[in-house]
């Protein structure tokens, strides 16, 4: 099943967020979101987040911009007439241009608050700390990604926090950490 998450950095309390469209679960997005912080010192990520451009999903591409994503997305999914939308979609690691130097980052914050929001990885350059949460569906352990008009969904609650680590020292157990705080809190 699809995971749906969010993946961003947050400086002096300005976020700069996107979407992840799949397998946004511990050992999906969570390990390669790790893999950058660890491939990155504090001063880098810092330099990282200043330099990262932010579109709107529904701007235009450039050609260029086309041409890099093309390694990104399976080839079946690349066409010329590519959109960041599509990106979204289909793109199997959204870390994966920005560890290679792709600056752009497709700004999606308005999924916070959506119950299929399950996951969301922060890193948080005010503080200097991974924060992992679990959110929306995964709360409530509903599988299915379908919001039903019959259910009340608690709107109160807000992400829980299962992990939480400095950038420059995330444990190597830091999945299972994450998961017994994940067990605990069903």
């Known amino acids: 099943m699809t995971k749906k998450g969010l993946f961003g950095f947050q400086k002096n309390g300005v976020r700069k967020v996107t979407y992840s469209h799949r397998d946004s679960h ?8 790790v893999r950058l912080c660890r491939n990155y010192s504090l001063d880098q990520l810092n330099k990282l987040y200043d330099e990262l451009i932010l579109v709107e999903e529904d701007d235009n591409m450039t050609e260029d911009q086309k041409q890099v994503y093309k390694k990104y997305l399976p080839p079946e999914c690349w066409n010329e007439e590519l959109d960041w939308t599509s990106v979204l979609k289909y793109s199997r690691d959204i870390t994966a241009p920005i560890l290679d ?8 914050g308005s999924f916070f608050g959506s119950m299929r929001c399950r996951w969301i990885y922060m890193i948080n350059l005010d503080n200097n700390m991974l924060e992992i949460s679990k ?3 995964e709360v409530t352990g509903q599988e299915s990604d379908i919001v039903d008009p019959s259910v009340t969904y608690p709107k109160e609650r807000g992400p ?6 400095p ?5 190597d157990d830091w999945v299972e950490i994450c998961e017994l705080k994940v067990n605990v809190a069903k």
Do not use: A, M, Q, S
Not at 101 to 108: A, C, N, V
Not at 160 to 165: A, K
Not at 167 to 171: A, F, R
């Open 26 to 33: 511990l050992k999906g997005l969570g390990r390669k979101v």
């Open 101 to 108: 130097g792709f600056k752009y980052l497709i700004e999606y």
């Open 135 to 137: 959110y929306g569906f």
């Open 160 to 165: 829980i926090l299962v992990g939480h680590f």
């Open 167 to 171: 950038l420059d020292d995330i444990p």
